[in-house]
């Protein structure tokens, strides 16, 4: 099979990095073997935020690495404008690289009164400059159609079943909290050849409170496997350890994509007889650092090699299903 080389040095491609997208821009481009170009962001006292690109992008292709996140109407603003800066600098074409895009959850007219927040966010960053988005594990993905430009929407799963692999883990059932993460956990059980089980919770409000009701499967004596896109304050993983371990659950883990965990989050895991969860670094959450609990694995090496697609006009399809070995070794950290 023929190797696809893509040359990056010439300098028609410039990866930006906002604020809170530093860390994972600099991973970007040292698995690309490029510099991280020159940027500068600016908050004032009265909250104002100011970018500048320290050098030029005039016929350039530019990649701006910024997740909307932890502080997502920050961040999300902060894009906006980063957006334009470029535009108006004579960028040849400027792509949004958003890890994780927080408003994904805001994507439909449930109730009176509403917004849709997923295609107010998809509309102003179209209309402030982007010509491409890319992000990953979006908690609904038809969002991709409020977008009018191509959205690349990549997975971690490949990234993660290589990962979970290493544990040897056997006898092992993947467990869904909820029917809407089915389809994925058996995706995961498929990659992984293990059972499926799915939990049934409920939420009351707007809140992150859930509360898991009953279990769908047998999990008696296996070891467990949690998935999911997200979790904010762990409620609901650690009610579904708790249910697991009433239902004969041996080991249990957990597989997340986006750690958006608050410090509270963190303990309730700490606290809990979940063993070790497993997620990636798409966004910059300074609360796992002293987790005994969270092993990150990057997926900045698989934006890489999706800008290397963009670049060369490849397609991206096999980034969906098996990830090279090149981006597994640099994606554990």
Known sequence: MLQRVVVLSNGSIKIFAGST????????????G???????VMRFSDG????????????????????????PNDEFVEILFWMDAFKRASADSVTAIM????????????EPRV?????????SIELAGADRVVTMDLHSPQIQGFFKKPVDHLFAMPVLCEYIRT?????LVVVSPDAGFAKQAHKFAAELGASVAIGDKTRSGHDERAKVLELIGDVQGKNALIVDDFSISAGTLVDLVRVLKERGAQRIDACLTHLMLTEEGVRRLEESPIERVIGTDSVDNPYLAHSTKIKLVSVAPLFAEAIQCIHSRESM???FTKVPDKVFQSSVL
């Open 115 to 123: 917004s849709i927040r997923a295609r107010v966010c998809a509309e």
């Open 21 to 32: 997208g530093k860390v994972f821009a600099e991973r970007m481009c040292k698995y690309l």
């Open 167 to 171: 544990l040897s883990l056997d006898n």
């Open 317 to 319: 399809s096999p980034l």
């Open 99 to 110: 890890p994780y895009f927080s408003y994904a959850k805001g994507d439909k007219k449930d």
């Open 48 to 71: 104002n935020i100011f970018v500048r690109a320290g050098e030029t992008v005039r016929d350039k292709d530019v990649y701006l690495v910024q997740p909307i996140g932890m502080h």
């Open 34 to 40: 490029i510099e991280l170009g020159r940027a500068d």
